[in-house]
């Protein structure tokens, strides 16, 4: 009789157990991860055609809605075939191919002074020319990673290297300063000097004290701007 209690005392222990555990294994299992955001893209080259329908056919009239050019930030939202579906800033989806995007730059700086770009991230590797990455001051750099005291980037012209950390400005109002320089650029390019000077004055107006306010005048004919004012 003895061993009989015991061994009920003993199941009812057991039961209450289980039952104390089911609510908690309920909710580790109803528990959701959060959600990873999107990736971002950078557009790598300036008339980027995007298309409602991934593919080159130039039978698809109207296919190309839109373009955007070098530096805009897309969210990519899938890829098929060498084909990668975004939205753009303005909320519009569409296609773009997967080799004019740049996928993986974590933040940008700014050529300001002359700098060696090496191969790898080694100080005895051959050192590139710096023509030969567009290396033209004032510039934006992508830069992707930093390994061993050096950032991998990527220049205008799409070519890449390393660059000892420390030697291209971080500064983000020499960034906004360089993204309105290479607006301005765009359109001299474009022999749209009006907008062109447009941009340079917005330099010259609101970031007078950065680096990239010092090229304006040899570029243009905007007048620099007082200091002190």
Known sequence: MKNLILTLLAF?????????QIPRQASQQTRTEPEKKPPIALV????????????????????????????EKVIVLGDSAGWTRVKLSD?????????????????????????????????SSRTLILDSVSGRLGSLVWIYKDKDG???????GNKRG????GLLC???????????????RKHVKRNQVEIAN?????????????????????ESDVEPK????
């Not at 009812?12 to 104390?20: D, H, I, K, M, T």
């Not at 996928?103 to 100080?123: C, F, H």
């Open 150 to 156: 050096f950032y991998e980037c990527e220049f205008p």
């Open 44 to 71: 790598a080259y300036d008339g980027i055609g995007v298309r409602k329908q991934p593919g080159d056919d130039k039978m698809l009239k109207g296919n190309v809605f839109t373009s955007v050019d070098r530096g």
């Open 162 to 165: 390393w660059v000892r950390v």
């Open 91 to 123: 909320d519009k989806e569409g296609w773009i191919r997967t080799d004019h995007l740049r996928i993986g730059v974590a933040k940008l700086a700014v050529l300001t002074e002359e700098v060696q770009v090496l191969a790898r991230p080694d100080l």
């Open 12 to 20: 009812l222990a057991v039961a209450g157990c289980s039952r104390q």
């Open 170 to 184: 971080e500064d983000p109002k020499e960034i906004e300063a360089a993204q309105l320089l290479e607006q301005a």
């Open 226 to 229: 007082p200091q002190g004012e």
């Open 198 to 218: 447009g941009f340079y004055q917005q330099i010259v107006d609101r970031l007078s004290t950065t680096r990239v306010a010092q090229l304006v005048p040899l």
